[in-house]
């Protein structure tokens, strides 16, 4: 929701200094395919009728990691778009942090309750650890024993607020370069625009 938003900003952020949705037809985005591949899998993973399938639940640790590697490739082979890397960056951060604690993102209990979703949080680890079918737990609250708890989601964006949620610095560092990306796509010029002005300044 929170990138979604973010590329929603770019894309008015473009409009507004002279950008051009033509920009993407000269992007040379690659392998597509597999980042939104990755993504449906975490749809999969994490929509109430399908993730709370027993086959499903028990492979959602592995399937969310290999969901966020197949989309970190796909983001690494279109670093040639600028912004790219800071998303690159943001991403691996994610990954990290999620892997080393056993496929969910863990998140500061504070932050949860700042942005309003304690509650639900608490609620799905409960109906989980009663062995309810419910979905993968996508966040789980950090205590003594999470691993790099700072890469986590510490950040709250407020109860009220648009959007409100809690965010890790990856995500920040994904969705400053997705607006970036987006921008500097939609400045970009065809081939042969580029051809005429240099005539035209010649």
Not at 89 to 101: D, E, K, Q, R, W
Not at 105 to 131: D, F, I, K, W, Y
Not at 165 to 187: K, R
Request: glycine share 10%.
């Amino acid at each position: 929701m929170i990138l979604l938003l973010m590329v929603a900003v770019g894309f008015l952020l473009g409009i507004l200094s002279g950008g051009s949705f033509s920009g993407f037809s000269e992007a040379r985005f690659r392998y597509i395919p597999l980042l939104l591949a990755g993504g449906l899998i975490q749809v999969i993973i994490f929509t109430e009728y399908i993730g709370s399938e027993p086959v499903v639940r028990s492979m959602a640790p592995y399937l969310y990691v290999g969901a966020l590697t197949a989309g970190l490739v796909a983001i690494y082979l279109n670093r040639h778009i600028f912004g790219m890397k800071l998303v690159f960056v943001g991403a691996f951060l994610n990954l990290i942090v999620i892997t080393i604690n056993g496929g969910s993102m863990p998140a500061r209990e504070s932050s949860l309750r700042t942005a309003g979703t304690l509650e639900h949080v608490q609620n799905q680890h409960a109906q989980h650890e009663a062995g309810v079918a419910v979905q993968w737990p996508q966040l789980t609250i950090a205590d003594d024993d999470t691993r790099l708890a700072f890469l986590g989601d510490i950040i709250a964006i407020p109860s009220g607020f648009p959007a409100a949620n809690v965010v890790s610095i990856g995500d920040v560092l994904i969705s400053a370069g997705a607006i970036i990306a987006v921008v500097w796509v939609m400045h970009l010029r065809p081939a042969n625009a580029k051809s005429d002005q240099k005539l035209v300044e010649a």
